[in-house]
C-alpha cells in the first residue's frame, strides 16, 4: 500500500479571457509511507495544484489519486492528513497553546487526550517555553514550530508541508531539519515542498521534479545527481607531475588543493589510477563517487527542459 498513489493527473484551469491553462499533463507517482518525499520545479510547474488536489480543496480534470488506499476525497483519508501552508499565520492574539487548542478541538481532539496532545507537541517542537506567549510575540521560526505542532496534533499520518523553513535563519533551518527527521522516525509519511534544495538534499529520501505540468525527473536524490563514473580523490603529496601522469589513464581530470575529480570509462580503471598515484608518493585519504549539488543539478534539468 502506497501513503499517496496518483494515475495520470491532468488539471485545466478554465479561463475567461486567457483561455486554458494546463497545470497538470499526466502526473503519476507514488509515495511509500514513512517516506519523506520532496516535489521541487520551478514557479508555475504545477506544485501547488497537484498539493490542492490531494487535499480535496480543487478537483482534477482527469486521473485518480490515492491515499492510503482510499480515493484521495474520501472522509476518512481526511483524518490521516495535515497541511502546513505556506506563510501561515494565527490571530495575533493567541498564545501558541491556544492556536493548538483551536486547531485541535477543529480536528475532534478534545478533553485530556487534547491537553495531553499539545503538551506532547509542544515539547516535540521545542515550544513549552513559549506556549504562554502571543503568536504575534513569535519570530518566524516559532511560528513555523507551531505550524508544525498543529499539523501532528491529531496524530495525522501524512503531513503535507509547504515551506517550511522559508525565511527561517540557518539555526532554525537546522531545527525543522532536525524535527522532519524526528517525526520520519516516528513513521509519519512527509510530502514536502520547498524551493531551498540544500534542505531538501539532506532530508528527502525520494524526490519529483516538475516543469510546466509534468515530472520530468524522479527517483533518489543519490542516484540523481551521481556523476556516471566520476570520483573525488583526496590525496596528500600531489605534484603538477604526478597530477599530469593520470592525464592519458582517464576520460578527464581537474585537481584543486589535495582534490583530484577523475572521470573514467569503467570503475576498473580506478585500480589504475591508485597504483598510478602511489609510485608517485602520493598518499591516497578517500575516493568517493563524485556528485553535483541538489541545485546544480536542478539548474542543468530546468534549462535542458526550456531548451526543448
Ligand atoms: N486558480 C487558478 N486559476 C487559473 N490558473 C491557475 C490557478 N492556479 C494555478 N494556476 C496556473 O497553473 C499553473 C501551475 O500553477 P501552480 O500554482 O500549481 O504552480 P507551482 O509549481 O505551485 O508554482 P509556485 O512555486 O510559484 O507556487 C500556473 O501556470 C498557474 O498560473
Not at 527561517?168 to 537546522?174: N, T, V
Not at 522532519?180 to 521534479?209: A, R, Y
Not at 608517485?280 to 536542478?298: G, K, M, T
Request: glycine share 8%.
Amino acid at each position: 500500500m502506497y501513503a499517496i498513489e496518483v494515475e495520470n493527473l491532468h488539471k485545466k484551469y478554465r479561463q475567461i479571457l486567457q483561455g486554458e491553462i494546463h497545470a497538470l499533463k499526466g502526473v503519476s507517482l507514488q509515495v511509500k509511507p514513512g517516506e519523506v518525499f520532496g516535489i521541487l520545479g520551478p514557479n508555475g510547474a504545477g506544485k501547488t495544484t497537484l498539493v490542492r488536489i490531494l487535499l480535496s480543496i480543487i478537483k482534477p480534470t482527469s486521473g485518480s489519486a490515492r491515499i492510503f488506499d482510499s480515493k484521495y476525497n474520501a472522509t476518512n483519508v481526511k483524518t490521516k492528513l495535515a497541511y502546513l501552508a505556506e506563510n501561515h499565520t494565527y490571530p495575533r492574539y493567541l498564545t501558541g497553546e491556544q492556536v493548538l487548542q483551536y486547531f485541535g478541538s477543529l480536528s475532534g481532539v478534545h478533553g485530556k487526550k487534547l491537553r495531553d496532545k499539545i503538551d506532547e507537541t509542544l515539547e516535540l517542537v521545542g515550544m513549552t517555553k513559549w506556549r504562554k506567549t502571543k503568536v504575534k510575540k513569535y519570530s518566524k521560526g516559532m511560528t513555523q514550530r507551531i505550524g508544525l505542532a498543529q499539523t501532528l496534533i491529531n496524530d495525522s499520518e501524512l503531513l503535507f508541508l509547504d515551506e517550511p523553513t522559508d525565511g527561517i535563519d540557518a539555526l532554525g533551518r537546522k531545527e525543522i531539519r532536525d524535527l522532519l527527521l524526528k517525526l520520519k522516525e516516528q513513521g509519519k509519511t512527509i510530502f514536502l515542498n520547498s524551493h531551498l534544495l540544500s534542505e531538501v538534499e539532506q532530508i528527502c529520501d525520494q524526490i519529483v521534479i516538475m516543469n510546466k505540468g509534468e515530472i520530468i525527473r524522479r527517483g533518489t536524490i543519490d542516484s540523481l545527481v551521481a556523476k556516471r563514473n566520476a570520483y573525488k580523490i583526496d590525496v596528500v603529496g600531489a605534484t603538477e607531475t604526478s597530477v599530469a601522469s593520470l592525464k592519458e589513464k582517464v576520460q578527464s581530470i581537474a585537481s584543486v588543493d589535495n582534490q583530484i575529480h577523475v572521470t573514467v570509462k569503467e570503475v576498473e580503471e580506478l585500480d589504475l589510477i591508485i597504483d598510478t598515484l602511489r609510485s608517485n608518493s602520493v598518499s591516497i585519504r578517500s575516493i568517493i563517487p563524485d556528485r553535483q549539488s541538489l541545485e546544480d543539478y536542478f539548474v542543468d534539468v530546468i534549462g535542458k527542459d526550456g531548451d526543448k
